[in-house]
């Protein structure tokens, strides 16, 4: 079995988890929680919670970053808690701010044991089926990733489980937990002629190379406080976002996902939200100010 990274409907908010070489960026240290709440009503639909954090430093004058990521996600009878230790290596690049990160990915996995099969049995008589309840094995995996930031552009592309590691039950079926995964992201921002307003296009790609993710986005902002905007993510949903971002460093998020398949039948959309806090850290005093609600 092939289990997919989880996918975010704020990817913004979510870069940390996503890409090693977002560790650092900008000169705040920066803590996110996002809870994500997906295919509601739908069972054994998954339900994610991350917490992000990440800082930079200097060291033989040089910028660096190191970042968390704490994530648990549950999905049917499985479960995984990961911890993501990242760093980032830092380099000014044409106008702008180079990530070149990598990271150490640790598995805590474990599932139910309580099988039911379409005719009300337990399951017991397929192979495929794992059925020992007590194995919670601990499994380490690697990232990398480039992350570039100027002041109205950022480029990301990473890589996460690169050894595709696999976990094996009781009954000696091997079971892939989760599989590589690369990720691709990117957003503009547009000043339009009133200089209250800007505008903020972004796509964000995933695949485990077995099946793509893809949503495209569009967020308003105003003020440089307040945004709201749409997206599609193809063939799944149109999800509705909208947020707030304060001068003390506290900003939030929500998003519902409404969703296009045939899972609407059962389930009511998708919810996700996020809470973060950033403050200013002077390592190095840098001139450069991101005006996006994408780059607090």
């Given at each position: 079995?092939?289990?997919?990274?989880?996918?975010?409907?704020?990817?913004?908010?979510?870069?940390?988890?996503?890409?090693?070489?977002?560790?650092?960026?900008?000169?705040?240290?920066?803590?996110?929680?996002?809870?994500?709440?997906?295919?509601?009503?739908?069972?054994?639909?998954?339900?994610?919670?991350?917490?992000?954090?990440?800082?930079?430093?200097?060291?033989?004058?040089?910028?660096?970053?190191?970042?968390?990521?704490?994530?648990?996600?549950?999905?049917?009878?499985?479960?995984?808690?990961?911890?993501?230790?990242?760093?980032?290596?830092?380099?000014?690049?044409?106008?702008?701010?180079?990530?070149?990160?990598?990271?150490?990915?640790?598995?805590?996995?474990?599932?139910?044991?309580?099988?039911?099969?379409?005719?009300?049995?337990?399951?017991?008589?397929?192979?495929?089926?794992?059925?020992?309840?007590?194995?919670?094995?601990?499994?380490?995996?690697?990232?990398?990733?480039?992350?570039?930031?100027?002041?109205?552009?950022?480029?990301?592309?990473?890589?996460?489980?690169?050894?595709?590691?696999?976990?094996?039950?009781?009954?000696?079926?091997?079971?892939?937990?989760?599989?590589?995964?690369?990720?691709?992201?990117?957003?503009?921002?547009?000043?339009?002629?009133?200089?209250?307003?800007?505008?903020?296009?972004?796509v964000f790609v995933a695949t485990d190379f077995s099946s793509t993710e893809l949503s495209v986005?569009?967020?308003?902002?105003?003020?440089?406080?307040?945004?709201?905007?749409?997206?599609?993510?193809?063939?799944?949903?149109?999800?509705?976002?909208?947020?707030?971002?304060?001068?003390?460093?506290?900003?939030?998020?929500?998003?519902?996902?409404?969703?296009?398949?045939?899972?609407?039948?059962?389930?009511?959309?998708?919810?996700?939200?996020?809470?973060?806090?950033?403050?200013?850290?002077?390592?190095?005093?840098?001139?450069?100010?991101?005006?996006?609600?994408?780059?607090?």
């Open positions: 079995m092939a289990q997919n990274g989880n996918f975010s409907s704020l990817p913004m908010f979510n870069q940390m988890y996503y890409n090693p070489g977002y560790a650092g960026d900008g000169n705040d240290i920066e803590a996110r929680v996002l809870v994500r709440e997906q295919w509601m009503g739908f069972p054994g639909a998954p339900r994610t919670q991350t917490f992000n954090v990440d800082a930079p430093f200097k060291l033989f004058r040089q910028k660096h970053g190191v970042g968390l990521s704490i994530v648990n996600d549950v999905f049917g009878n499985f479960s995984n808690t990961e911890l993501n230790i990242s760093y980032a290596y830092r380099k000014s690049l044409i106008q702008g701010d180079l990530g070149i990160g990598i990271g150490l990915n640790m598995i805590s996995h474990s599932f139910e044991a309580n099988w039911l099969d379409p005719e009300g049995g337990n399951g017991g008589t397929d192979g495929l089926i794992p059925t020992n309840a007590s194995v919670k094995p601990l499994l380490f995996d690697a990232n990398i990733g480039l992350y570039y930031n100027s002041d109205n552009l950022y480029l990301s592309i990473s890589s996460r489980n690169l050894l595709n590691t696999d976990v094996k039950y009781s009954n000696g079926s091997n079971q892939l937990l989760i599989g590589r995964q690369l990720y691709f992201s990117t957003g503009y921002e547009y000043q339009l002629a009133n200089p209250l307003f800007s505008i903020q296009p972004g986005s569009t967020l308003v902002t105003y003020n440089k406080r307040f945004f709201g905007g749409l997206s599609y993510k193809i063939t799944d949903a149109v999800i509705f976002m909208a947020g707030i971002s304060l001068p003390s460093g506290i900003h939030a998020a929500v998003s519902y996902d409404l969703t296009t398949s045939r899972i609407i039948k059962i389930g009511t959309g998708s919810f996700e939200f996020m809470a973060g806090y950033s403050f200013s850290l002077d390592i190095d005093k840098d001139n450069r100010k991101y005006k996006s609600v994408r780059f607090l």
